[in-house]
């Protein structure tokens, strides 16, 4: 279960670097009157999403961080 979500703390917070890059780049391409992602997301929302991941991310780094001060308590 640690494995896993050591993956998934990986996987989201490479998703949420993406997604803030994407977004940057978003606002940047739209103060010259272009868009990378054809106007499906706003550049803000997408930041927003970037922000929701790393707090998933935080939130399982202090689960797992609890855990195994937990086991060496008890050990």
Known sequence: M???TS???RV???VAFVLAGIGTWERL???FGYTVV???YDP???LEYSAV???FVVA???RELKMSLRAKGSS
């Open 60 to 62: 399982l780094q202090l």
């Open 29 to 31: 391409a739209r103060l």
């Open 2 to 4: 640690q494995q896993l």
């Open 7 to 9: 993956i998934l703390c």
């Open 53 to 55: 991941a790393l707090l």
């Open 44 to 46: 803000w929302r997408l």
């Open 38 to 40: 054809r106007g499906y």
């Open 12 to 14: 989201l917070f490479v």
